[in-house]
C-alpha cells in the first residue's frame, strides 16, 4: 500500500512562491513504473490536474494554467516529489494533493491513480 504525505501549504500573497513535498514509502514494496501526480481542488470546483512525473524516465506532464509557473520535480533519494509554485496567483487558490500509481502513467485523469494524500491548502491572496 502506497501512503503519501504531502506537507507545504500556506498563506501567501499574490506574486509569491511556495514548495509543496510529497513524502512517500515507494519502496517499502515493488512498483517499478512510478508516477506522481498534484491535483487541486477549489471551493466548489471539480478536482483538477496540475502536474506529473514519471520517476523511470524523468518526463514530465503540466496543466496549461500552471504552465511556466510551476515545475514538478522528485527525488529518488529522499523518496519524494516536489512542486515549486512561483508567480501565485489567487486562482491557484485550493487544497493540493499529491497522488501516484504504479504503471507509469502521467495521466491528467484522478481516476488513473490509486493511491492519495490528505491535501495541503494553499491560499494566495489578492
Known amino acids: 500500500q502506497v501512503q503519501l504525505v504531502e506537507s507545504g501549504g500556506g498563506l501567501v500573497q499574490a506574486g509569491g512562491s511556495l514548495r509543496l513535498s510529497c513524502a512517500t514509502n515507494r519502496r517499502t514494496f515493488s512498483c517499478l513504473r512510478y508516477a506522481t501526480g498534484w491535483f487541486r481542488q477549489a471551493p466548489g470546483k471539480d478536482r483538477e490536474f496540475v502536474a506529473a512525473?514519471?520517476?523511470?524516465?524523468?518526463?514530465?506532464r503540466y496543466a496549461d494554467s500552471v504552465k511556466g509557473r510551476f515545475t514538478i520535480s522528485r527525488d529518488n533519494a529522499q523518496n519524494t516529489q516536489y512542486l515549486q509554485m512561483n508567480i501565485l496567483e489567487p486562482e491557484d487558490t485550493a487544497v493540493y494533493y499529491c497522488?501516484?500509481?504504479?504503471?507509469?502513467?502521467?495521466?491528467?485523469?484522478?481516476?488513473?491513480?490509486?493511491?492519495w494524500g490528505q491535501g495541503t491548502q494553499v491560499t494566495v491572496s489578492s
Open positions: 512525473i514519471s520517476w523511470y524516465d524523468s518526463r514530465t
Open positions: 497522488a501516484a500509481n504504479c504503471r507509469g502513467l502521467m495521466t491528467m485523469s484522478g481516476a488513473e491513480y490509486a493511491y
